[in-house]
C-alpha cells in the first residue's frame, strides 16, 4: 500500500491539469520514475554479478556473433506518434543547443575551414558514454546534455529513454528515402585484458546500423594504427583518412569512433556542364562543379539580418536550409550571432518563389575528435583520465580519442542534356529569380517530422573529400 501511496504522489507531483488538458514536462519523459529508482537501490544493496563482455581482436577474423553486432535494422516507424512530439521537440532543441555549442568551438579552431558536424550524432555519443559514467561524470554529463544538475533518482536522466528517441529520428530517416543514402557505424577499440559490461554493450547496439567492439593492442602505436584503419576502410568500404591514433598509447585503453554516412541526389537538379567560380573568401576563388535547379522553393531575402535563406526539399520531409549573408553581410556575423531563435528566424515568413538556383556540388568530409572540442569547452574531465565509467568496465578506463567522422554528399540526378523539357507547366511564363551560391555559405539538413538538425555546417570548399 505504501507504495501505491508514494506513486500516486510522485505522479501528481510531475503531472497537473490545465484545464482538462493532462500537462507532464518534457523532462520527465527522460527521467527514470520511481519504480525503477526503487527497483535500482534493491539491485544495488544486493551483490549481483556483472555480466561481462570480452571484445576479440580487431586482428581476429570475425565469428559470426561477433561480426556486426547488430544484424537487422529495422525500418518500421513512418511517422510519429502525436503522444511521442513534446518528449521529440524537448531533446531536438537541446541536441541543436549542444550542436551550437560545439560548432562555435569548431569554427574558432578551424578558421576559413569547411566545417560540417552531425548534433544528433554528438549527442547520440555523448548519452552512449552517459550511460557508462556513474556519480560525479554522470551527474556531469547530463547537464552538459542540456538536462538540469539531478538532485534525486527521479531527477535522473535515464539514456536508454534518450537513444531510444534518437532511434525514432534516425528510423524517420531512414524509412521511406528513395533519395536519400545513410548510414552510421559506431566501433569501439579497447586493450586486450578490458572486459566490458555486456549491458552496456547491448544498450549501444540500437543506435547504430552497425556496432563493432574490438580488442586492439595499443602498445605500438603504429601498428596499432594501421590495424585500426584498415579495420575501418574495410566496413566503410572506401578509403579514408586516418582516423584514430593514440596519443599516449601506454595508457590509453579506449577509443571511440562514429562514422556517418549520408549521400542524397536533389530531384530534378541537373548538372551545369562546365565548373564555376566560388568564392571562398572576398578576393580569393576556386572552379567547382555545380548542379542547377528550378522550381518552387521557400525563399526569403531578410534586409534586416542580412541574409538570404532558401528550403530546398530533399526528400517528403526532409530538407536542406542554405543561408548566404547579404548587404554586404559576413559569414563570420552570421555565425557569431547564432543562438536557439536563429532557426525560427530564418524560417519565418518565407515566402514561395520560382527560383532557378545554382549551387555547387557537395563532397564534404570531417573529422573531429570530441576531447579536443571538450577541451576548447574547459570541459575536458568529462572523459578526461578522472571521470568515473564504471559501469563501461570494472577496470580503470583511460579514454582517448573519441572521433565523429562524416562523409557527406549533395548532387544532382541528371546531366545537362538530360534537361526535362519543361517540369512545370503551370510556371511557364515565369520568369525565375537567378540565384547562384558562388560563395561561401551555411547548410543545415533537417529530418522534416521530428525537425532534428542533422547536419549543419559552414561550406568554404565544396569538395574536400576525395
Ligand atoms: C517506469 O519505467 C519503466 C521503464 O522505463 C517502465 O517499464 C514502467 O512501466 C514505468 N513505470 C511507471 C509506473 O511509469
Ligand atoms: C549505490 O550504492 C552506492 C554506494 O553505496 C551509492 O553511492 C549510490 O548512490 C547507490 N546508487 C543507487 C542508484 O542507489
Ligand atoms: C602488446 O604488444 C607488445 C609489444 O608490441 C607485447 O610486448 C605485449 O605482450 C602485447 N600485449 C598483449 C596483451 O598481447
Ligand atoms: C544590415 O545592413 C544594414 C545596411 O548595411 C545595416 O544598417 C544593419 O545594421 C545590418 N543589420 C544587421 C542585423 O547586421
Ligand atoms: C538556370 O541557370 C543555369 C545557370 O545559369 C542555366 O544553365 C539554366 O539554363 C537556367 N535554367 C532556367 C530554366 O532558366
Ligand atoms: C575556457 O577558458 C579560457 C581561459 O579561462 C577562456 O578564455 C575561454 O573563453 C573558455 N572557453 C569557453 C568555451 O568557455
Given at each position: 500500500?505504501?507504495?501505491?501511496?508514494?506513486?500516486?504522489?510522485?505522479?501528481?507531483?510531475?503531472?497537473?491539469t490545465?484545464?482538462?488538458?493532462?500537462?507532464?514536462?518534457?523532462?520527465?519523459?527522460?527521467?527514470?520514475?520511481k519504480?525503477?529508482?526503487?527497483?535500482?537501490?534493491?539491485?544495488?544493496?544486493?551483490?549481483?554479478?556483472?555480466?561481462v563482455?570480452?571484445?576479440?581482436?580487431?586482428?581476429?577474423?570475425?565469428?559470426?556473433?561477433?561480426?556486426?553486432?547488430?544484424?537487422?535494422?529495422?525500418?518500421?516507424?513512418?511517422?510519429?506518434?502525436?503522444?511521442?512530439i513534446?518528449?521529440?521537440?524537448?531533446?531536438?532543441e537541446?541536441?541543436?543547443?549542444?550542436?551550437?555549442?560545439y560548432?562555435?568551438?569548431?569554427?574558432?579552431?578551424?578558421?576559413?575551414?569547411?566545417?560540417?558536424?552531425?548534433?544528433?550524432?554528438?549527442?547520440?555519443?555523448?548519452?552512449?558514454?552517459?550511460?557508462?559514467?556513474?556519480?560525479?561524470?554522470?551527474?556531469?554529463?547530463?547537464?552538459?546534455?542540456?538536462?538540469?544538475?539531478?538532485?534525486?533518482?527521479?531527477?535522473?536522466?535515464?539514456?536508454?529513454?534518450?537513444l531510444?528517441?534518437l532511434?525514432?529520428?534516425?528510423?524517420l530517416?531512414?524509412?521511406?528515402?528513395?533519395?536519400?543514402?545513410?548510414?552510421?557505424?559506431t566501433?569501439?577499440?579497447?586493450?586486450?585484458?578490458?572486459?566490458?559490461?555486456?549491458?552496456?554493450?547491448?544498450d549501444l547496439?540500437?543506435?547504430?546500423?552497425?556496432?563493432?567492439?574490438?580488442?586492439?593492442?595499443?602498445?605500438?602505436?603504429?601498428?596499432?594504427?594501421?590495424?585500426i584503419?584498415?579495420?575501418?576502410?574495410?566496413?566503410?568500404?572506401?578509403?579514408?583518412?586516418?582516423?584514430?591514433?593514440?596519443?599516449?598509447?601506454?595508457?590509453?585503453?579506449l577509443?571511440?569512433?562514429?562514422?556517418?554516412?549520408?549521400?542524397v541526389?536533389?530531384?530534378?537538379?541537373?548538372?551545369?556542364?562546365?565548373?564555376?567560380?566560388?568564392?571562398?573568401?572576398?578576393?580569393?576563388?576556386?572552379?567547382?562543379?555545380?548542379?542547377?535547379?528550378?522550381?518552387?522553393?521557400?525563399?526569403?531575402?531578410?534586409?534586416?539580418?542580412?541574409l538570404?535563406?532558401?528550403?530546398?526539399?530533399?526528400?517528403?520531409?526532409?530538407?536542406?536550409?542554405?543561408?548566404?549573408?547579404?548587404?554586404?553581410?559576413?559569414?563570420?556575423?552570421?555565425?557569431?550571432?547564432?543562438?536557439?531563435?536563429?532557426?525560427?528566424?530564418?524560417?519565418?515568413?518565407?515566402?514561395?518563389?520560382?527560383?532557378?538556383?545554382?549551387?555547387?556540388?557537395?563532397?564534404?568530409?570531417s573529422?573531429?575528435?570530441?576531447?579536443?572540442?571538450?577541451?576548447?569547452?574547459?570541459?575536458?574531465?568529462?572523459?578526461?583520465?578522472?571521470?568515473?565509467?564504471?559501469?563501461?568496465?570494472d577496470?580503470?578506463?583511460?579514454?582517448?580519442?573519441?572521433?565523429?567522422?562524416?562523409?557527406?554528399?549533395?548532387?544532382?540526378?541528371?546531366?545537362?542534356?538530360?534537361?526535362?523539357?519543361?517540369?512545370?507547366?503551370?510556371?511557364?511564363?515565369?520568369?525565375?529569380l537567378?540565384?547562384?551560391?558562388?560563395?561561401?555559405?551555411?547548410?543545415?539538413?533537417?529530418?522534416?517530422?521530428?525537425?532534428?538538425?542533422?547536419?549543419?555546417?559552414?561550406?568554404?570548399?565544396?569538395?574536400?573529400?576525395?
Amino acid at each position: 500500500m505504501a507504495l501505491h501511496v508514494m506513486l500516486l504522489y510522485f505522479t501528481t507531483f510531475i503531472i497537473f491539469t490545465i484545464g482538462n488538458r493532462v500537462y507532464v514536462h518534457p523532462f520527465h519523459f527522460f527521467a527514470y520514475n520511481k519504480s525503477i529508482c526503487t527497483e535500482m537501490e534493491k539491485q544495488n544493496q544486493s551483490t549481483h554479478e556483472e555480466k561481462v563482455f570480452i571484445p576479440i581482436s580487431v586482428e581476429t577474423d570475425d565469428s559470426p556473433e561477433q561480426k556486426n553486432l547488430k544484424s537487422i535494422n529495422s525500418l518500421e516507424t513512418q511517422s510519429l506518434d502525436v503522444k511521442d512530439i513534446p518528449k521529440v521537440t524537448y531533446l531536438t532543441e537541446l541536441m541543436k543547443d549542444l550542436g551550437f555549442r560545439y560548432f562555435s568551438v569548431l569554427t574558432n579552431m578551424h578558421k576559413s575551414e569547411t566545417v560540417l558536424l552531425s548534433p544528433t550524432n554528438i549527442y547520440a555519443t555523448l548519452v552512449s558514454f552517459y550511460l557508462g559514467a556513474s556519480k560525479q561524470t554522470s551527474t556531469e554529463l547530463q547537464l552538459f546534455l542540456g538536462f538540469t544538475t539531478p538532485s534525486e533518482c527521479t531527477s535522473r536522466v535515464d539514456g536508454h529513454k534518450v537513444l531510444s528517441v534518437l532511434k525514432t529520428i534516425d528510423d524517420l530517416l531512414l524509412s521511406k528515402q528513395a533519395d536519400i543514402d545513410a548510414s552510421r557505424l559506431t566501433c569501439l577499440f579497447t586493450a586486450p585484458g578490458i572486459h566490458l559490461s555486456k549491458t552496456f554493450v547491448q544498450d549501444l547496439v540500437p543506435s547504430s546500423d552497425a556496432l563493432y567492439v574490438k580488442a586492439v593492442n595499443f602498445t605500438n602505436p603504429t601498428r596499432a594504427k594501421e590495424l585500426i584503419n584498415s579495420f575501418f576502410e574495410s566496413r566503410i568500404a572506401r578509403k579514408s583518412n586516418t582516423i584514430l591514433t593514440t596519443d599516449n598509447p601506454s595508457t590509453i585503453n579506449l577509443l571511440f569512433a562514429s562514422y556517418i554516412h549520408f549521400k542524397v541526389t536533389v530531384k530534378n537538379a541537373f548538372q551545369v556542364n562546365q565548373p564555376q567560380d566560388f568564392w571562398i573568401d572576398s578576393n580569393k576563388k576556386i572552379s567547382v562543379p555545380m548542379i542547377t535547379i528550378t522550381g518552387m522553393f521557400n525563399y526569403k531575402s531578410d534586409d534586416k539580418e542580412n541574409l538570404s535563406v532558401i528550403h530546398i526539399p530533399l526528400s517528403k520531409n526532409d530538407f536542406l536550409l542554405l543561408v548566404q549573408p547579404t548587404n554586404g553581410n559576413s559569414l563570420d556575423r552570421i555565425e557569431s550571432s547564432l543562438s536557439r531563435d536563429s532557426f525560427p528566424i530564418w524560417l519565418g515568413k518565407m515566402s514561395n518563389r520560382y527560383l532557378n538556383l545554382t549551387l555547387p556540388k557537395l563532397r564534404i568530409e570531417s573529422c573531429y575528435n570530441f576531447q579536443e572540442i571538450l577541451r576548447n569547452m574547459n570541459v575536458s574531465t568529462l572523459l578526461g583520465e578522472n571521470a568515473d565509467y564504471s559501469k563501461i568496465s570494472d577496470a580503470h578506463l583511460n579514454i582517448g580519442k573519441v572521433i565523429n567522422k562524416i562523409h557527406f554528399e549533395l548532387d544532382g540526378s541528371r546531366t545537362e542534356n538530360e534537361q526535362p523539357q519543361d517540369d512545370s507547366q503551370q510556371n511557364a511564363g515565369l520568369v525565375p529569380l537567378e540565384i547562384k551560391m558562388d560563395r561561401a555559405f551555411l547548410m543545415a539538413v533537417f529530418e522534416g517530422i521530428s525537425k532534428a538538425l542533422l547536419f549543419f555546417g559552414r561550406v568554404i570548399y565544396p569538395l574536400n573529400a576525395l
